[in-house]
């Protein structure tokens, strides 16, 4: 039987911790912040206080526990510090579990010290955690699964790497609720040709969805100079329209099914976009609900035709956080049947929310 714990660690972009601590105080009243560094909470149980589905009072968080936060990449139960040797207290609290050698999956990742795309020159993200891994496998053979993609009900051990030397222990089963990366974090590359790190956003946005674009369909990115995601989505088959007053990357305009209309969105005539369109992009340095009203605009002309919405919301204050459920809601009013947000690996101060018509849902 899995153990249980009376606390919890999560990782989250190194500067987001007040906004998860804001998100937590409304949706889960039953933790208490214990400690921090940047990019890595613990919270503890909070005695009398209980949220739908947690556990009984006084009571540990079994290995099952989910919280569902949008800023929080991974969760899981808190076992505090590693002591002395890290490895070898990795081995020892393995070995007190008494779980069966190669069943337990392992998850080696860093807190996150630079917000992405900040990070100074020479920084190799993940660089600690691939030496902490390595040391792990070499001292511990055969006792973790194969691969680090978690699969619904394995049971993770997480080390987190909170320092080159401090590492803390922690566990969770899989399930929905948890990203299947190491930290909530896949690794997907920068190519050199990518015009920019919009370029990751999209891919990691489309694995966190399933990947439900196909090729042949068309989107329309609003805000897409100089062109990193419509790079990503052309590469994938698709026709993209950009709609930005700004220039466009040469390498994105040499590129077959790509059209610029070099305009501000509240400009376009939504007649001159194509008659059917799948998918609506945005990414602007503007309030939320500048960015929704624009969305809620294209999207009512396109319903027709509409399967689904990607969208960046930019957070420049943890109060905002109060007002996510609207954002929310007001996404879900144009049309979306489900609704979806979380801060991405790639995501720098901004959410990604991603929306699904019921013509979306179906495919």
């Known amino acids: 039987m899995l153990p249980s714990s009376k606390f919890l660690f999560m990782v989250c972009q190194a ?17 208490h912040f214990a400690y921090s560094r940047p990019g890595f909470v613990t ?3 909070e005695p ?3 949220a739908p589905g947690a556990p009984a009072p006084n009571g540990g968080f079994p290995a099952d526990y989910e919280i569902h936060s949008i800023f929080a990449r991974a969760h899981g139960l808190s076992f505090g510090k590693a002591q002395g040797d890290p490895v070898e ?9 008494g779980l069966a050698s190669g069943a337990p999956r392992l998850h080696v990742f860093e807190r996150e010290t630079f917000v ?25 053979p055969g006792r973790f699964a194969e691969g680090e993609v978690a699969r619904t009900g394995d049971t ?39 015009p920019s790190r919009a370029y990751l956003k999209i891919e990691e946005a489309l694995l966190w969805t399933g990947n439900p674009i196909r090729r042949g369909d068309t989107a329309v990115e609003i805000g897409s100079a100089p062109g990193g995601a419509s790079y990503a989505l052309l590469k994938r088959g698709l026709r993209v329209v950009g709609i930005d007053p700004a220039e466009m990357d040469p390498r994105v305009l040499a590129l077959p099914g790509f059209s610029h209309v070099r305009e501000p969105i509240a400009g376009v005539r939504t007649e001159s976009l194509p008659e059917s369109i799948q998918w609506l992009l945005l990414d602007m340095n503007v309030a939320p609900n500048v960015i929704l009203n624009q969305v809620e605009r294209l999207s009512r002309r396109l319903m027709g035709s509409l399967l689904g919405v990607y969208l960046t919301l930019k957070m420049n204050d943890p ?31 901004e959410i990604a929310v991603f929306g699904l ?7």
Request: hydrophobic content about 45%; overall charge positive.
């Open 48 to 50: 009398g206080k209980r």
């Open 116 to 140: 992405p795309g900040e990070e100074p020159l020479g920084f190799v993200r993940g660089a600690h955690a691939a030496r902490a891994r390595e040391a792990i496998v070499a001292a511990l």
């Open 15 to 31: 500067g987001a911790e007040r906004y998860l601590k804001a998100e937590l105080a409304l949706a889960h009243p039953e933790l």
């Open 156 to 194: 993770v051990i997480d080390v987190i790497v909170v320092d080159p030397e401090e590492w803390w222990l922690g566990l969770h089963v899989q399930t929905a609720a948890h990203s299947p990366y190491p930290g909530g974090a896949p690794r997907i590359e920068l190519p050199p040709e990518a």
């Open 319 to 349: 109060r905002m956080v109060a007002e996510i459920p609207k954002m929310i809601e007001h996404v879900r009013s144009m049309g979306m049947a489900r609704v979806r947000a979380r801060q991405l690996a790639s995501n720098k101060r």
């Open 89 to 97: 207290a990795l081995r020892a609290w393995i070995d007190d579990l």
């Open 43 to 45: 919270f503890k149980w």
């Open 357 to 363: 018509t019921k013509k979306g849902m179906a495919r």
